[in-house]
């Protein structure tokens, strides 16, 4: 295979190991499933993120609160929970304020391994790799449908957040190349 061609054609993207997946020792397992797909790991940081660092991470435009409210209250549906009567609101940017919130904590509750992985159509791949963000939703084969512990659920009956074990980019609005600069700063300007 030609490195220097697939460097030149390859897409980039972020995968996170949350604090849960790190406590789990999981690190080597995410990582071997992306390279088992023919994906390539580029650069690796372990470390617990500021809380800075993690409102950056995590958008609190009204339209990303919108989408963390409308995938709660999808899992919410599912699980036959009435947000108005848990939350005091059904609104969706209400109930992804919360969530942001909780995932703000989540996220600078431990270490965490940044990961840039590279290869043609990454994004898509690592996504299909990790499986849906809601673990009820992820397919078995996949890294949230085998190892995450703790769905909807956990936020529906506690003060945490779903414990999923991976982030990985998406590929709305440049979200991989903006997530990759702010975890791996100048690496690859």
């Known amino acids: 295979m030609d490195d220097v061609g697939l ?4 897409e980039r993207t972020l995968v996170l190991i949350k604090p849960d997946g790190v406590a789990r020792g999981l690190v080597g397992e995410v990582l071997a499933r992306m390279e088992r797909a023919g994906l390539r790991l580029i650069a690796l940081s ?5 809380i800075e660092l993690a409102r950056n991470h995590y958008q609190d435009a009204p339209e990303d609160l919108r989408r ?5 209250s999808q899992a919410a ?3 036959g929970v009435d947000l108005e009567a848990v939350f005091g609101t059904s609104d ?5 304020k919360i969530i942001y919130e909780r995932n703000l904590r989540f996220l600078t509750s431990g270490p965490i391994v940044a990961a840039v992985i590279q290869g043609s159509n990454a994004v898509r791949k690592v996504r299909a790799i990790c499986g849906s963000t809601m673990p009820i939703d992820a397919q078995p ?4 449908g ?3 512990s703790v769905g909807a659920e956990q936020l529906l009956f506690s003060e945490t957040t779903v414990y999923n074990v991976v982030h990985s980019s998406d590929d709305t609005d440049g979200a991989a190349r903006r997530e990759i600069d702010l975890w791996f700063s100048d690496a690859f300007s």
């Open 77 to 79: 549906a599912l699980l």
């Open 92 to 96: 969706a940017i209400d109930l992804g």
């Open 146 to 148: 085998d190892f995450a």
């Open 7 to 10: 460097a030149t054609q390859a």
């Open 46 to 50: 372990m470390r617990t993120p500021t």
């Open 141 to 144: 084969g996949s890294i949230r």
């Open 68 to 72: 963390m409210g409308e995938k709660f």
